[in-house]
């Protein structure tokens, strides 16, 4: 099994920056593609950024500029810097990882617990 420990949330002031870390940790072969999610209530969740094993990054034009995504493989982590905050970024921001286990040939798909953004005066 595979643990995802999220850490970084909290409260910010608008224009203020966040860095959200994301600690994957068990059985764990190899890591593929790593992202960040957010939701609000009554809302599907949405990717924030997404980040290769190659390290090719993907940012929605929503964060982009705002949002940077990274990883240290050595480590199984992922982050996600966040400046420039505005009161819509406020969500619940998850983590998620494509991971092969040992003794497994497939990746398989594992989400954070989630920690809490709020952007707010």
């Known amino acids: 099994q595979v643990q995802l420990v999220e850490s970084g949330g909290g409260l910010v002031q608008p224009g203020g ?14 890591i593929n593609y790593m992202a960040w999610y957010r939701q609000v209530p009554g809302k599907q ?11 090719i990054t993907t940012i929605p034009d929503s964060v982009k500029g705002r ?33 092969k286990l040992k003794d ?11 920690t809490q953004v709020t952007v707010s005066l």
């Open 45 to 55: 969740r949405e990717l924030v950024a997404g980040i290769s094993s190659g390290d």
């Open 104 to 114: 497994r040939i497939i990746f398989l798909p594992y989400w954070g617990q989630g």
């Open 17 to 30: 920056s966040l860095r959200l870390s994301c600690a994957a940790s068990g059985s764990i072969s190899s």
């Open 67 to 99: 949002f940077t995504i990274s990883r240290d493989n050595a480590k199984n982590t992922v982050y996600l810097q966040m400046n420039s905050l505005k009161p819509e970024d406020t969500a619940v921001y998850y983590c998620y990882t494509l991971v």
